[in-house]
């Protein structure tokens, strides 16, 4: 069975860092882009981040723009997810998600495998 874990959540105080990791644990598929999305407290999930493998290309949501970087290691099915200068509104549930076709990277319903999310909270 396919899983895709998710790490390094936490609690980090507003200014802070964290860098979040994601791995599938049996590749058993082809892995087009891999994709974060969070949903905070009383919201929708929204989209954060996306790279595309071959080539690299990378996508990022307005509101973590110039604050996170994505990135991935292939050789390990490994994305992952530098995230600086947090606030309390990136207070949410990171999930982690997989496409093995190409489709749009911002559309949750478009990922195929989805891990069980790491929270991350932000103190003011």
């Known amino acids: 069975q396919v899983q895709l874990v998710e790490s390094g959540g936490g609690l980090v105080q507003a200014g802070g860092s964290l860098r979040l990791s994601c791995a599938a644990s049996r590749r058993t598929f082809s892995i087009v882009t891999m994709g974060w999305f969070r949903q905070g407290p009383g919201k929708e999930r929204e989209f954060v981040a996306a790279?595309?493998?071959?080539?690299?290309?990378?996508y990022y949501g307005d509101s973590v723009k110039d604050r996170f970087t994505i990135s991935s290691d292939t050789a390990k099915n490994s994305m992952y997810l530098q995230m600086n200068s947090l606030t309390p509104e990136d207070t949410a549930v990171y999930y982690c998600a997989v496409q093995t076709s190409v489709r749009s990277v911002v559309t949750e319903t478009d990922y195929d495998y989805w891990g069980q999310g790491t929270q991350v909270t932000v103190s003011s």
């Open positions: 790279i595309r493998w071959t080539p690299v290309r990378k």
